[in-house]
């Protein structure tokens, strides 16, 4: 459980973790639309080295994003691979076999879709390491705000998700306590064929759900007995206010942008 | 089975920027049939402590001997099955590993999984029910519609049908009534006497340690204060002041009447040690209370 980086805090003070989560949540979404605009190496080159920017004012070592890397790495790979092999023709064919070809396109295309997972894959790492879970949550209710016209219960979402958060370290211990008291019976997560190794989770995931289900009915039962009403307005307790240093952000990332529209093939 | 611990560290994700250390240098034996109490405030490393026993933790610096087998930090997961086999583990509330749809399966899986044959992990299954106090009806019902006392037997049935040499408890009755903590604590006692299990309990009952314990580790902060037996732990008023332990109520009493001017040979610890001691100091009294 140690090794999932995905998806997890780490604090530290840095001007990265001091964006107002809504600038680095629209950020993330912006990045992600540019990453898929850009065309030329060119402009790929631009938007590494603005991650790579990103990453170091971050004051995270680059090893933690390559941890996070690992999760993905079949996916990425399995990815690349079927470009590289199943490409339209195209350029120099360097190897053929029935319906596979290697050609110059796939290398293309293949080392292209790589960049891209890359760069978003080390965003989106960037965004969950520097922002605490809380923080994303009130971020994105503040983002949904505009929904409420067409009557979408914003805050009985956020409050949702908010819970769904918070639960997440407890339910990791509690994962973690059940590993460890079944490993102490003699299972063994993680080993031998993968029937059994899908077997073995099942002495987790019951007592997993089990506690699950008896902690949300605990509170929302301690919850209601403090007058929570889902129909409330709620105020809240952090307020995100926008800071000279977002606007200065948006900046340096609309240049970014820029860049990488004049420099990518039209 | 002994167990001795040579200078054991562990740190909790060590090597990243929330590494913290939990346990340092610590030293220890508990030898073979041997009954260890573990005492301390909540987060001194106790359940760090016993989780190194069995490998589930292994140790960032240091060695730990248990009978033949020696866990350093280059232990592989491989080594370690027969080790766990010998020694059994009761977390916590153990009452949520509980997951199989019978009583007798969940019971049986832990043997299942060292080799046992199907068969003779439901026979031990049954016996094992009746030595944590149930009795065979409950074999075909679900762990999951009993009382949370029952459901604590069970679990611990189930790790006492590994048959192990070595049976670790971490705080075994918190949560239960005052008449299931004397059965529990009753039952450890005497898997402990009758067959010669090594016991390792870790717990806040004063009570359970001067009853018990042939040894009392005291921890604090990750390190291992002391280690020594109940009577040395709770006779020297100083220490125990200064390492902010708690004393079994019967020990305070006597200490409250020494104030007084009465004195013992040797400090009581239990109930039954004051009782014994004061008949003794007033003879004629305790005609009654044999």
Known sequence: ?266 | MAITFEHVGYTYQAGTPMATPALSDISFTVPDHGYLAIIGHTGSGKSTLIQQINALLKPTTGKITVDGFTITPQTTNADLKPLRRHVGMVFQFPESQLFEETIQRDIAFGPQNFGVSEAEANQRALEMLRTVGLDESFAKRSPFELSGGQMRRVAIAGVLAMQPKVLILDEPTAGLDPQGRLEMMTLFNRLHQEQGLTIILVTHQMEDVATYADEVAVMQAGKLLTCATPQEVFSDPAWVQSSDIAVPRAAKFAQRLGERGVKWDQLPLTADQLADQLVRQWPGTGAKHD
């Not at chain 1, 958060?165 to 031998?192: C, H, S, Y």
Request: proline residues 4%; positive net charge.
């Open chain 1, 1 to 266: 459980m140690t090794n999932f980086i995905f998806g997890r805090y780490l604090p530290l003070n840095s001007i990265v973790h001091r964006l107002d989560p809504r600038s680095k949540l629209l950020l993330s979404f912006c990045y992600l639309i540019v990453v898929f605009l850009a065309n030329s190496w060119l402009s790929y080159a631009i938007l590494v080295g603005f991650t790579l920017a990103a990453i170091l004012s971050s004051k995270i070592s680059l090893g933690f994003f390559l941890k996070g890397l690992r999760p993905m790495l079949w996916l990425i790979a399995f990815t690349v691979v079927v470009q590289l092999l199943f490409s339209p023709a195209g350029g120099h064919v360097y190897f053929h076999w029935t319906i596979l070809n290697i050609t110059q396109a796939g290398l293309v295309n293949s080392g292209v879709i790589f960049i891209r997972f890359l760069l978003i894959i080390m965003m989106s790492t960037l965004l969950t390491l520097s922002t605490q879970p809380l923080d994303i949550a009130t971020g994105l209710s503040s983002l949904m705000k505009p929904l409420r016209w067409v009557r979408i219960p914003v805050d009985t979402l956020a409050m949702m998700l908010a819970i769904a958060l918070r639960f997440v370290p407890t339910l990791m211990d509690e994962a973690t306590k059940i590993m460890n008291a079944q490993r102490a019976r003699g299972v063994d997560f993680g080993e031998g064929g993968l029937i059994k190794q899908a077997k073995s989770f099942i002495p987790l995931m019951v007592p997993l759900f089990m506690s699950a289900f008896n902690r949300a009915e605990d509170l929302s039962t301690a919850m209601e007995a403090r007058g929570y009403r889902d129909s409330e307005h709620r105020s809240q307790y952090r307020i995100l206010t926008w800071q000279r240093r977002d606007t200065m952000t948006w900046l340096v990332f609309l240049m970014v942008v820029a860049a990488m529209l004049a420099t990518r093939r039209w």
